[in-house]
């Protein structure tokens, strides 16, 4: 819902925009362990996608 809103926003205004949505985990008994292990790799996940984008955006 909150991704919406900014794309709303931000496409009316002209600015180009992304939205990347994450599910940490599977909302059951294990999730606290599991958020622990995600927080591990999203770390190295996440910056190699922004970093992939940042070098291919075109300025232009």
Request: charged residues 25%.
């Amino acid at each position: 819902m909150e991704g919406a809103s900014v794309a709303q926003v931000a496409y009316q205004e002209g600015i180009p925009w992304v939205i990347v949505r994450v599910i940490s985990d599977s909302a059951d008994e294990k999730a606290a362990d599991n958020f622990n292990i995600f927080l591990e790799k999203y770390k190295e996940l996440s910056w190699n996608l922004i970093e992939t984008l940042l070098r291919n955006i075109n300025f232009g």
